[in-house]
């Protein structure tokens, strides 16, 4: 098919568009699909904590844990769940699973045994959308993060680190 010159000069322009806005990692997304952003986690006596990646014009709706090596259900098995965050902390990403602070509604702590080893934590936000992360519980358990970091797949990262992954700003 030949293009008339007019036509090649959009496609070119459009295409220069394109590659300017991926080198420059800027984009209509805040991340790129493949490169999801990592959830931090870090335990702290009985207690799990896990921040999520938040921009600041984002909100949490629902927060969910579920066994993420549950393959008898179409579903995986959710294992604790909250809505209705009530705190900046948690407005902001920052949950303490399975004690349901800083949320208006959540569901009992579930018993130690009940708990699977690899556990996926995802939230909704008002419109349905989301993200989730998954956690082996024996490597958060062990992980050595100093105070004020959690632990990701590439290391120990602050809440700000973790923030800064969505290019929120950009």
């Known amino acids: 098919m030949i293009r008339s010159t007019r036509q090649q000069g959009i496609l070119s ?4 568009v394109i590659a300017l806005l991926g080198a420059s990692g800027c984009g209509m997304f805040p991340s790129d699909p493949a490169d999801p952003p990592e959830f931090g986690a870090r335990v702290e006596g009985d207690a799990i904590f896990v921040k999520i990646p938040m921009c ?3 909100e949490i709706r629902r927060v969910e844990v579920y066994d993420f090596d549950d393959v008898k259900h179409e579903n995986p098995r959710v294992v604790w769940s909250a809505s209705g965050p009530n705190s900046t902390s948690t407005r902001k990403g920052l949950i303490t699973l399975w004690s349901g602070e800083g949320f208006a509604k959540h569901s009992e702590k579930p018993s130690k045994s009940s708990i699977p080893p690899n556990i996926g934590v995802s ?6 959308d989301g993200r989730d992360d998954v956690f082996a519980l024996r490597t958060i358990e062990s992980a050595k993060v100093e105070p004020g ?3 990701t797949r590439d290391g120990p990262m602050t809440a700000k680190q973790i923030d800064a992954q969505l290019h929120c700003s950009e």
């Open 13 to 16: 322009g459009l295409l220069t």
């Open 56 to 58: 600041p014009a984002d």
């Open 149 to 151: 970091k959690y632990w």
């Open 123 to 128: 939230y909704t936000d008002p419109t349905g």
